[in-house]
């Protein structure tokens, strides 16, 4: 009886598992049906006609788009030149995050002679306490110009529109800059090594990306997963190549030419998929890093010292490891 029970148990939770997939596969088919019927109804002109993008779905983002910089009392490329920029995107109300990258690799300057300076990206507040949040980083702005800010909506699923809106100020503002590098901002990046890699001979001067580069990462099909993306969107089995997200460098003539290849894509949400995605268009190929543990994104922690001595970027678990890492970075080491 008991064996009995246990098998229509089975049986059932396996009917339940596939009711499941069906009615998310018919979701799926249902939201690029409704989307193919919008572009050959004439809802949608072309990959470029972002601007009319009411509802984008699940997948893509409503990018490009006439987005305003509401806050932007940065001199940072105005009244200066700096050699480096880090552009670290964050949540508007994680003033915490900010104050630690301040306190540690972002107040670093100048490095190795040259100048380095720090920009932090940053979108629209939600939730019930977003004026409160708002008024919070016009204050925050005031006492650093460090903050640039544009009215999209800030959100994890916004992340492409976020990385675009900061490649149009870059490419307004930032052309006689020599390199820009994207943070997240629970990454320790070590200035000194970014420096030393990006002075090398060998470095490219234009066209050039660099980070931890995927080359072979695959399209993911189970609907289960955060990053799933189906058929209809995307054809291919792989992403074309690009540099993971939590820290990439680039010439500073590339912000400009990705934008003008993101006018024939249709924007994906997952942000660095979308760049790799630029980059082929334009017929560029990231750049491996000298050493693969330049970056790591998923590390074994503790780090001991001589691993931060050749770390350029790392993921941290939490602001006093980042704080205790930073420290540790700026000892001399031999290994």
Same mark, same amino acid.
């Given at each position: ?39 050959? +109804? ?37 009244? +200066? ?64 110009? !460090? ?36 943070? !997240? ?86 942000? !660095? ?19 693969? !543990? ?42």
């Amino acid at each position: 009886m008991g064996t009995r029970r246990a098998l229509l148990k089975c049986v059932f939770f396996i009917i339940l598992a596939a009711v499941v997939v069906f009615f998310i596969y018919m979701n799926t088919a249902g939201e690029c049906g409704r989307w193919d019927h919008r572009r050959r +109804t004439g809802e949608l002109t072309g990959a470029a006609s972002g601007s009319q993008w009411e509802d984008p779905g699940p997948y893509h983002v409503a990018y490009p788009r006439n987005y305003k910089f509401i806050m932007d009392d940065t001199q940072t490329c105005k009244s +200066t030149t700096p050699f480096l920029i880090l552009m670290v995107p964050v949540a508007p109300g994680d003033a915490a995050a900010r104050d630690l990258i301040r306190q540690t690799w972002g107040g670093e300057n100048p490095v190795l002679g040259h100048l380095v300076e720090t920009v932090f990206v940053t979108g629209l507040p939600g939730g019930a306490h977003a004026e409160q949040t708002q008024e919070k980083l016009r204050e925050e702005s005031r006492l650093h110009r !460090d903050l640039i800010q544009s009215n999209f909506q800030d959100s994890y699923h916004n992340l492409t529109i976020k990385t675009m809106v900061m490649l149009e100020w870059l490419a307004k503002h930032c052309t006689e800059s020599a390199f820009v590098v994207k943070v !997240d901002s629970d990454v320790l990046l070590h200035v000194r090594n970014l420096l030393k890699l990006l002075l090398e001979p060998g470095t490219a001067k234009r066209n050039y990306m660099t980070g931890l580069v995927w080359w072979h990462s695959p399209v993911l099909r189970n609907p289960f997963n955060k990053f799933y993306m189906p058929r209809c969107v995307i054809a291919e089995s792989e992403y074309p190549p690009y540099p993971l997200g939590m820290a990439y460098v680039m010439s500073l003539d590339l912000p400009g030419k990705i934008l003008g290849a993101s006018l024939q894509i249709k924007p994906i949400f997952i942000e !660095d998929a979308h760049l790799g995605m630029c980059l082929k268009r334009l017929g560029i190929s990231p750049t491996d890093p000298p050493r693969r !543990d330049m970056f790591i994104v998923k590390p074994t922690h503790p780090l001991n010292s001589c691993s931060l001595s050749k770390v350029v970027a790392v993921t941290t678990t939490s602001p006093s490891q980042m704080r205790r890492y930073w420290e540790r970075s700026r000892e001399e080491v031999r290994c």
